[in-house]
């Protein structure tokens, strides 16, 4: 299992003070099949706790996911500045997906050399 961000992700993500174990964690759930919610088109919402708190109060993240293979997180946003995603932003996410889980392994080479994808590394996590 390949883990990514986005470029706009990890931003989001650097701001809020999310560290690589939150994101293998939200990506370990996923793949034991606790998805906090299927968007549908291989677009999933999973939860990240806030640093030192729990996940109910903390992040969401909209994860292009298709099991045992890759996912990438593209968005998030904290619960308490927004309730959800709209349905314009889903069709987009699920267009996004179509194309990113297609990506060959040349294309996700060319993805990382210019830093539009970062890859997560979850070395001592069982993905």
Partial sequence: ?????????????RQEGINTPELC?????AERGLIDADLGGNVIK?????????RSGGFRSIVL???GERAVFVYGFAKNKRDN?????????????QTLLAYTDAQIQTALDTETLSEVECHDQDL
């Fill in 65 to 67: 996911f298709r099991a």
């Fill in 85 to 97: 995603i709209t349905q314009a932003e889903l069709r987009d996410f699920r267009d996004l997906a």
């Fill in 1 to 13: 299992m390949r883990i990514f961000k986005t470029k706009w992700f990890t931003r989001f993500a």
């Fill in 46 to 54: 999973q939860r990240i706790a806030r640093p030192h708190e729990g």
């Fill in 25 to 29: 964690e939200a990506i370990a759930r």
